[in-house]
């Protein structure tokens, strides 16, 4: 019989490629959506004819409920918060009903629909924060610098909670920073390569930019989503840190995205002080031992090698954006 499987969040950068990868497994594959004026559903375009869309809402138990009745999955992938982090300052409660909150209403529902069903949890390596050991592993404290990253704390400790209170195959893959070309704008990777490119094409002049000195555990978010499947394959649940186990600053990330179109990004970039965090996370670098050994997981994409392909890509879609024959409307 043919596997089904719900992702939460679908049409997001995991959820997208998620949902690519579980149909190459021969998935049949549901996504959960807001009903919205507003949905983007830029990155599935290639993929509608393939996926099955159905109405939900992680502010709503019944509309979870009866998407479960719906798809009636073996695999649930919750990967719908509010997941940018300078905006959970700004609504710091919505964050926690999306983030947080809606975490306990999809495994409440889970439990009363088919408590078999195995849930995956998007938990963030911002749960870290103001780490307390470098590496940081499955086993390091958590001290989250956010109302996101207190969000994602509580979301981990509800799924860690249903686990051992009512058996269920639940766990959260504590994910350190994964980017792509389908990465939001707002994002810092995305917001440099972006930039570098407009710049390269007289398309602005400058680039403001926060804290130069953060330093992140940066991978592909193309690797990552395998991680997510392996983890619902063991006999048994259990959550795993996925990483690089390098670090880079986002003054190397601007080297590399400035060097791949031939400028020097001191040129073009300013610090402003708007774009600083209240409470900043200075250094994140992820130990994915754990996974390596148990699921025979391992990153394949580098992080130059990344941003290359973010500078590249975001080339070509202003490139063709500029060009009379084409309506691709491009995100300011």
């Known amino acids: 019989m043919r596997r089904s499987v719900l992702i939460?969040?679908?049409t997001g950068q995991d959820g997208s490629y998620l949902a690519e990868f579980l149909l190459e497994k021969g998935y049949r594959v549901f996504g959960l959506i807001r009903r919205s004026s507003t949905v983007n559903f830029e990155?599935?375009?290639?993929?509608?004819?393939?996926?099955?869309?159905?109405?939900?809402d992680l502010l709503d138990q019944?509309?979870?409920?009866?998407?479960?009745?719906?798809?009636?999955?073996h695999e649930v992938y919750n990967l719908a918060s509010q997941s940018f982090v300078p905006t959970s300052w700004n609504q710091p409660v919505l964050t926690g009903e999306f983030t947080a909150l809606g975490v306990t209403r999809i495994l409440e529902a889970?439990?009363?629909?088919?408590?078999?069903?195995?849930?995956?949890?998007?938990?963030?390596?911002?749960m870290f924060g103001m780490v307390r050991q470098t590496p940081q592993n499955e086993d390091t404290p958590f001290y989250p610098r956010s109302p996101y990253g207190v969000a994602k704390l509580y979301g981990h400790w509800?799924?860690?909670?249903?686990?051992?209170?009512y058996n269920l195959y639940a766990?959260?893959?504590?994910?350190?920073?994964?980017?792509?070309?389908?990465?939001?704008?707002?994002?810092?990777?995305?917001?440099?390569?972006?930039?570098?490119?407009?710049?390269k094409l007289g398309l602005q002049q400058t680039l403001k930019m926060g804290n130069l000195d953060?330093?992140?555990?940066?991978?592909?978010a193309g690797d990552y989503v395998q991680a997510m499947w392996l983890m619902l394959q063991p006999p048994a649940p259990r959550d795993y840190v996925i990483a690089t186990s390098v670090t880079h600053s986002v003054r190397r990330l601007l080297e590399i995205a400035f060097g791949c179109v031939g400028l020097d990004y001191r040129d073009h970039v300013e610090v402003d002080p708007a774009f600083l965090r209240p409470a900043e996370v200075h250094h994140l670098l992820g130990?994915?031992?754990?996974?390596?050994?148990?699921?025979?997981?391992?990153?394949?994409?580098g992080f130059e090698e990344l941003v290359q392909m973010m500078v590249q890509e975001d080339l070509a879609k202003l490139k063709n954006a500029s060009r009379p024959s084409q309506n691709t409307e491009i995100a300011p």
């Open 171 to 199: 766990v959260s893959g504590i994910l350190f920073n994964h980017e792509s070309p389908r990465r939001g704008f707002e994002f810092v990777t995305r917001k440099v390569s972006y930039g570098a490119a407009r710049i």
């Open 110 to 126: 889970i439990r009363v629909v088919d408590p078999k069903i195995k849930f995956y949890q998007a938990s963030s390596s911002e």
């Open 43 to 56: 990155r599935l375009v290639h993929l509608q004819d393939k996926i099955e869309l159905v109405p939900g």
């Open 214 to 220: 953060a330093e992140r555990d940066w991978g592909y």
């Open 287 to 301: 130990d994915y031992a754990r996974a390596e050994r148990e699921l025979g997981w391992r990153p394949k994409v």
């Open 62 to 73: 019944n509309s979870l409920i009866s998407a479960l009745q719906v798809s009636q999955p």
């Open 8 to 10: 939460t969040g679908i």
């Open 158 to 165: 509800i799924t860690v909670n249903y686990r051992e209170s």
